[in-house]
Every structure is written in structure tokens, then in C-alpha cells.
């Protein structure tokens, strides 16, 4: 079985400052990490995904992930926050046949 | 050009009615699946099918059914709504060949009265 926990809920930052959003993820077997983020009154796409290849992932719009397997956390990272990123966030572990266990989301809210 | 519709995308009923909910894709994906949002619980999955003839029950099917009419269909029916279904549905599309990756719509917004 799998699950996954957002330690934050909301997240609020000033624009042009670094955004991390922590994911932490319970897996009986190697898994596979997602991201996707949810703007408002649209679906979800994708930010990035770990799929046990490197384990720094770089994806779109600046973010990137590392998977820490030590730790069991795949944080969520931005050097430098812009307006647009204000959005919902959803750290998402994989199971065995592509079962997404979903995080309740973290909220972000950025300040001019 | 959306690669995953869902139709209505609003809706509001009153408790009792039936309600179906339709996706559609035209990525040429086998999978597909049903989730719905609510605020807090992130995405909880519903129903998920591998291909027209293999439909399964997700964490939280009961007062949902499912119909795949076509690989590239799926629906998605409250045949008596109650309030407590008021969500945000969501439909999703996978490939088998990468099952991992998952596809969405936009989403419809039920709302039972």
C-alpha cells in the first residue's frame, strides 16, 4: 500500500522569493513521484515526475523535485517565485498497475 | 484542442435525480478513470477501466456506475443523487505502455441540491 502526506496545507510566499512544498510518501516497493498542480477552474496537469532514474527531477515552469529515499520525501521546489505559480498543488505516489494516491494539496498563495 | 472533454461542466440537480457525467479522449489511451475532488481530500478514485470490457471499483464506488461505450468514452452516472456528492468530478486517461502518467480533463462541477 501506499500514501502520501503534504506537511502544509497553504503556503504563502512574496513573489520573486523560493517556494518549497514538502511531500513526504509511504511505499511498500520502489515508487513513482508525481507533482501536478491545479489552477483555478482548471484540470491538473503535470509538473514533473520520478520514475527511479535521476533523482533530482527538473520540470516545467522552473520546479524541480528530489526524491530522497533516506528521508521518504519528494519535495517540491522554485527558486523564485512568480504570480502565476498561485495555484494548488498535488504530491501523488504511484502504486503497482498506476493507482495514483493523491495528498490532500497545498495551497499557494503568492504576494506581490 | 482539448486531448480529454468532460460534458457538462457545470451542473447543479436536485437530490433523487439521476446524472451522468461524460469523458471523452482522443489521445488513444485504454485507460481510463473517474475521480472526484473535494476540498482537503485531494482526488479520490472512483471507478478506472483498462479497456472496454474491464471496469473496476476505485476506493469510493458505492452510488456511482460506470459505462465504457467505446475506448475512447467513459460515463460516469449518480443514479440518485444525494447532497453529499456534490464534488468536482474528474475523468482521467492513461496509456498502458506508461500507466503511470495520467491524463485530466478540465473537470465538471456537480452540485446536488
Known amino acids: 500500500a501506499q500514501s502520501v502526506t503534504q506537511l502544509d496545507s497553504h503556503v504563502s510566499v512574496s513573489e520573486g522569493t523560493p517556494v518549497l512544498l514538502r511531500c513526504n510518501y509511504s511505499s511498500s516497493y520502489s515508487p513513482s513521484l508525481f507533482w501536478y498542480v491545479q489552477h483555478p477552474n482548471k484540470g491538473l496537469q503535470l509538473l514533473l515526475k520520478y520514475t527511479s532514474a535521476a533523482t533530482l527531477v527538473k520540470g516545467i515552469n522552473g520546479f524541480e523535485a528530489e526524491f530522497k529515499k533516506s528521508e521518504t520525501s519528494f519535495h517540491l521546489t522554485k527558486p523564485s517565485a512568480h504570480m502565476s505559480d498561485a495555484a494548488e498543488y498535488f504530491c501523488?505516489?504511484?502504486?503497482?498497475?498506476?493507482?495514483?494516491?493523491f495528498g490532500a494539496g497545498t495551497q499557494v498563495v503568492v504576494t506581490p | 484542442d482539448a486531448d480529454v472533454t468532460q460534458t457538462p461542466r457545470n451542473r447543479i440537480t436536485k437530490t433523487g435525480k439521476r446524472i451522468m457525467l461524460e469523458c471523452s479522449q482522443t489521445?488513444?489511451?485504454?485507460?481510463m478513470y473517474w475521480y472526484r475532488q473535494d476540498p482537503g481530500l485531494g482526488l479520490r478514485l472512483i471507478y478506472y477501466?483498462?479497456?472496454?470490457?474491464?471496469?473496476n471499483k476505485g476506493e469510493i464506488s458505492d452510488g456511482y456506475s460506470v459505462s465504457r461505450q467505446a475506448q475512447a468514452k467513459f460515463s460516469l452516472s449518480l443514479e440518485s443523487a444525494i447532497p453529499n456528492q456534490t464534488a468536482l468530478y474528474f475523468c482521467?486517461?492513461?496509456?498502458?505502455?506508461?500507466?503511470?502518467?495520467?491524463?485530466f480533463g478540465p473537470g465538471t462541477r456537480l452540485t446536488v441540491l
Open positions: 489521445k488513444g489511451h485504454d485507460r
Open positions: 482521467a486517461t492513461s496509456a498502458g505502455s506508461s500507466y503511470n502518467e495520467q491524463f
Open positions: 477501466s483498462f479497456d472496454v470490457k474491464d471496469i
Open positions: 501523488v505516489v504511484s502504486g503497482s498497475w498506476g493507482k495514483l494516491q
